[in-house]
């Protein structure tokens, strides 16, 4: 047969010989009377949030009559981060939420009869409320929006209006919702309500007027992406400022975004009015964007195609003279390329495993070893191989460790620190648990410490490592962003004792709404790699529709999407996100940071850089900081003719960036045209 | 490669070898001249490339009909494991083992093999069954992955592809099926060396039975379940050689016989086969069995029960009831894995993994000559595999 064919086509000519095939048949005919309903109690089926309550459920034929063998059961359908049901229909509350559930009754030989219904798991009653506008001192006649939150005793968040009167309305008056006028000079209490619970905002309205307002600086010259700063002076009749005012910040035309502090970013190149207001004074200053112009050229210097599988991490030894590439896919081998000729990269050995991918390798920084994780694995051992490179262009395997991690290890990060030794920090694919080897004897791998989330197994998932100056930053998938200390110091962690520093964890469902509705639930979607630079965290999702478009094929059948988040961890503490970069088309998925630029491969959106000097805030791509982007899309390639871009490793100006569908690709970035370097 | 994604239709090629990703590895198709008197097509599950291969066997040799992607993750494993057809033919179903961490189990409509239906079930869900009536699925949730825990038997409504129960059973339950009555459920447990009985009218654990060489004894109930202390370490997943003198079964595979009055029990490690009383619930005998028996199918009519040998890279042929081996017959790769014997008794499908880059391969024996009369390579890892016509 030369031509795709349809199976149903196919099938159709396939005889139907009667007896040659066993129609299996149940041995045991059901007895009695068939269900035909459920009855379950209660039907208020609400409870309080990390309580327990018990559900009962009778089956009933059609008479209204109880089935008196019939099998009930009680079964989880969702849910799974916020609650358990036991299976005699005891609910045990996590958290608030809803717990989907499926009552079944069976009997054998007949089909299952099954109800769905859902467990609202609510709040408790108010314990105490959280005003989240810190705003302490109102000038006389400024207005003020403020903002509060009732939470229960477990500290979630309930949904009570929250009503606000004013202690002293000659001083300060406030609506239900919280629009407070400051009247005249004096003190006051805003009183925030929810329930029996209240809440005191003491407010101070200034006794001096204020009678001008300079907004500093009055002008300024930027380019769009720079963050400015702008700073309110409010002063009275003597001209002397009045301390402790904070105005309300607002801009035109454009788009950009200014914070609460005054910070402005522009997109779009410009004249802006920057206004502070104060009730009736107000003040603005004008900015002036210019085109950010960071966009190069690129060249390809270098490419070695791969077909035969797809291909996976890419990493250089730290004499920048070999490459190392993993495959997958079924891939049961990594390449070692020599690129001292990075227009002419050579493969010089290949090393054969048992494995079905190689995703990560990585040396340590003296180079004398590599490791690299295996995933399945026919003994389905899998964990890490460890290889010597006493001469770089031809690893020899040396050790391996597998004890625990026999689903697979995604990611791997070596790492040294003198005062520890070596490590190798891992993902485990079947328990999402974070494990630290030490390879400081590289022939005696043994685990020195492994560290979770402290939830439940369902939804744990661990799928890169980054370490610097001994912190461990964890993309930890329904979790978010993990960093742990693990010897910094600064909780007192080390390799064998892992301490949480830091958390930063957001709603994934929310943020790729889009892809649900494009593909359906149960799409994928995770915090994927994370990168420390400067006092940030720069952290990328992957995400997948659960679903192709239909009808379509290959590569025209599927996308990625994605978003890059930039944190603020300058305190720890309470980590921010204060920029985001997401392709129009394509993903974000692994990413390396040189000086000032930001290197990433964005899977079906190519090979990309970006600007990220100075303080970042908002939109990275609307205002501009792109650099540079590369299609890898090759027609000599696994998949053929289609960028499926994974990562970057950048050394000597170079960028080594590998696509999974099509191997290796040496990249440099022009100097900006008509400069000539 | 961006696989088409789980709702779509699948790929179709019409050769047998898998196009080029297998390249120069691919065998030739053999085929050989005791050609069937009818078609079959078989369903074959490929842990290490995510893909259901879908085959067909007739007078004109076996050919792949379709390469069907499964998973929800275009770039990380989703590992399909255990595949089982429903009684009607209409449906077959898919555990695929790995997730976030939990695995899923998936029903896809055999005429267009398109999905229909997606649970999500617990660690690593392996071998499956459908009760003969066709309502529930019995799966394992294996545990491959983690620490050294009881785990359970998923059983699932599959008319709504509703997961109803988790019945807790041992350590790394294992291969598992259904007496023909559709009244009781056997599996393994790997590390506890037991056979774990469920009642599929109570769904509740019914009996166990100790399998360890010379401590076999039947028992009442549930069997208590401690985590294994200190070790991971599975044997290679049944590829690994015991120690001299060890006595531990390792146990891989239940098959009630025909009529549902014996269980056979496949002891990887000792490389033998326990044969027990379903009744008195006692051990009627041993008999060995190849290097590493791994997974075991057993005829309608009661006349044979088939071996897959891991480690002895064969697949052993067993008369019954003497126990006595009619063929030792090797397959051309290594690691063998599961069985799957055509509704007429004629043929048995045995899945080959083959090991790193090597295709996975389905070898064909004729069950009247003994004889391996097709291959055909499909994905790596090949594992799961049940006949849908």
């Not at chain 1, 069976?106 to 299952?112: D, E, H, M, N, Q």
């Not at chain 1, 769009?224 to 005012?245: E, H």
């Not at chain 1, 929310?510 to 994927?528: K, P, W």
């Not at chain 2, 996975?360 to 994905?379: C, F, N, P, Q």
Request: hydrophobic content about 40%.
């Amino acid at each position: 047969m030369s031509r795709p064919t349809s199976v149903a086509a196919l099938l159709m000519f396939i005889p139907f010989i009667a007896g040659a095939q066993t129609t299996a048949q149940p041995a045991t005919t059901p007895v009695g009377p068939a269900i035909a309903s459920l009855q379950i109690l209660p039907r208020d089926r609400s409870m309080t949030a990390r309580d327990t309550m018990r559900l009962r459920a009778r089956a009933l034929d059609a008479q209204g009559n109880e089935v008196p063998n019939a099998v009930i059961r009680f079964s989880r359908a969702g849910g799974f981060f916020e609650g358990t049901i036991e299976n005699d229909g005891l609910v045990r509350s996590g958290s608030t939420g809803t717990l989907p559930i499926v009552v079944s009754a069976t009997i054998l030989g007949r089909p299952p009869v099954i109800e769905r219904l859902e467990v609202k798991m609510l709040p408790g009653a108010a314990h105490h409320i959280a005003v989240t506008t810190a705003v302490s001192t109102l000038a006389i006649g400024q207005r003020m929006r403020y903002l509060a939150t009732a939470y229960d005793s477990g500290n979630d968040r309930r949904d009570d209006r929250v009503l606000w009167t004013s202690s002293n309305p000659r001083v300060l008056t406030v609506s239900r919702d919280g629009l407070a006028v400051a009247v005249a000079p004096g003190a006051a209490k805003l009183i925030a309500t929810a329930g029996t619970v209240t809440k005191d905002v003491p407010v101070t309205v200034a006794a001096r007027r204020i009678v001008a307002l300079d907004v500093t600086p009055a002008s300024a010259d930027a380019r769009t992406g720079d963050v400015i700063r702008f700073a309110a002076k409010p002063m009275d009749a003597a001209g002397k400022a009045i301390d402790g005012l904070t105005p309300i910040w607002s801009f035109s035309p454009g788009q950009g975004m200014i914070g609460a502090d005054g910070g402005f970013v522009g997109y779009e190149q410009g004249t802006y009015t920057i206004t502070a207001s104060f009730g009736a004074q107000s003040a603005e200053a004008t900015v002036t964007l210019t085109a950010r112009d960071v966009r190069r050229p690129l060249e390809v210097v270098g490419r070695s195609p791969k077909k035969r599988f797809t291909t996976e991490e890419v990493w250089l030894h730290p004499n920048g003279k070999v490459a190392y590439l993993g495959s997958g896919s079924g891939g049961d081998l990594f390449y070692t390329l020599d690129i001292s000729n990075p227009a002419n990269p050579i493969v010089s050995d290949s090393m054969v495993l048992n494995t079905r991918r190689v995703n990560d390798l990585m040396t340590n920084a003296e180079g004398t070893i590599l490791v690299n994780t295996r995933e399945g694995a026919s003994d389905r051992k899998n964990g890490i191989v460890i290889s010597s490179l006493a001469d770089p262009l031809h690893p020899v395997k040396i050790a391996e460790f597998t004890e625990g991690m026999t689903a697979g290890v995604h990611s791997a990060f070596v790492y040294t620190q003198p005062k520890f030794g070596t490590h190798v920090y891992a993902t485990n694919d079947g328990t999402g648990a974070f494990h630290i080897i030490d390879i400081t004897d590289p022939y005696k791998p043994k685990q020195v410490g492994e560290w979770r989330t402290p939830r439940p197994d369902a939804g744990r998932s661990l799928h890169d490592v980054d370490v610097q100056d001994g912190l461990a930053y964890l993309s930890y998938w329904n979790d978010g962003l993990i960093i742990l200390d693990i010897g910094n110091g600064i909780k007192g962690g080390s390799p064998s004792n892992p301490v949480i520093v830091s958390q930063y964890k957001y709603d994934l469902n929310d943020l790729y709404r889009q892809v649900e509705l494009a593909g359906g639930s149960g799409f994928i979607r995770g915090t994927h790699t994370a990168w420390r630079h400067k006092n940030y965290v720069f952290i990328a999702d992957e995400v997948f529709p659960s679903s192709g478009v239909q009808g379509a094929k290959d590569a025209s059948a599927g996308r990625a999407y994605g978003r890059l988040q930039v944190i603020d961890v300058s305190d720890y503490a309470n980590p921010k996100s204060v920029a985001f970069y997401e392709p129009e088309f394509g993903g974000v998925h692994n990413i390396w940071i040189a000086g000032d630029t930001l290197y990433m491969g964005a899977y079906n959106a190519g090979f990309r850089t970006f600007d990220i000097s100075g303080e970042l805030r908002g939109d990275l791509r609307a205002q501009q900081r792109e650099m540079a982007h590369l299609n890898t899309a090759d027609m000599d390639g696994f998949v053929k003719n289609a960028a499926m871009t994974w990562g970057v490793v950048v050394r000597d100006g170079l960028a080594y960036v590998n696509d999974m569908y099509n191997g290796l690709w040496i990249v440099r970035m022009k100097p900006k045209r008509g400069i000539t370097p | 490669m961006m696989r088409q994604r789980a709702l779509a239709r699948a790929t179709l090629i019409a050769t047998v070898a898998m196009g080029s990703r297998l390249g120069a590895q691919a065998l030739a198709p053999k085929v050989l001249p005791t050609p069937p008197e009818r078609t079959y097509t078989i369903a074959v599950a490929s842990e290490g490339t995510d893909e259901i291969s879908i085959i067909t066997f007739g007078p004109s040799g076996a050919t792949i009909q379709a390469r069907v992607p499964i998973g929800l993750s275009a770039t990380d494993p989703d590992g399909p494991h255990g595949l089982a057809v429903s009684p009607d033919r209409q449906f077959y179903y898919v555990s695929t083992a790995h997730g976030t961490p939990y695995g899923s189990f998936w029903k896809l409509r055999a005429n267009d093999n398109t999905v229909v239906g997606r649970v999500m079930l617990g660690n690593f869900p392996a071998t499956a069954q459908i009760t003969p009536e066709g309502h529930l699925a019995f799966v394992v949730n294996f545990n491959l992955h983690g620490d050294m825990v009881a785990s359970d038997v998923s059983v699932v409504g599959v008319d709504d592809m509703v997961e109803l129960t988790r019945i807790p059973t041992c350590t790394m339950p294992h291969g598992s099926r259904l007496n023909a009555q559709g009244t009781k459920h056997y599996s393994a447990c790997m590390m506890d060396d037991m056979l774990v009985e469920i009642d599929v009218a109570t769904l509740a654990v019914s009996r166990h039975f100790q399998l360890t060489k010379g401590k076999e004894m039947g028992m009442a109930g549930a069997p208590m379940v401690l985590a294994s202390a200190g070790t991971h370490d599975m044997s290679g997943h049944g590829m690994t050689a015991p120690a001299a003198g060890d006595p531990a079964c390792s146990p891989t595979w239940a098959q009630p016989s025909a009529d549902g009055t014996k269980v056979y029990v496949a002891c990887n490690k000792t490389s033998d086969i326990v044969e027990i009383d379903a009744a008195s619930w006692t051990m009627l005998r041993r008999f060995p069995a190849g290097a590493g028996v791994y997974n075991l199918a057993a005829t309608r009519d009661g006349t044979k029960l088939i071996a897959t040998n891991k480690r002895g890279q064969s697949v052993s042929i067993i008369e019954l009831p003497s126990g006595r081996e009619l063929a030792r017959i090797p397959t051309q790769r290594r690691v063998v894995h599961g069985a799957a014997v055509s509704g007429d008794d004629r043929y048995v499908f045995i899945t080959v993994e083959g090991i790193g880059s090597e295709p996975g391969t389905l070898e064909i024996i004729d069950l009247r000559t003994l004889k391996t009369v097709a291959t055909v390579d499909v994905g790596q890892m090949a594992g799961g595999v049940d006949v849908i016509r």
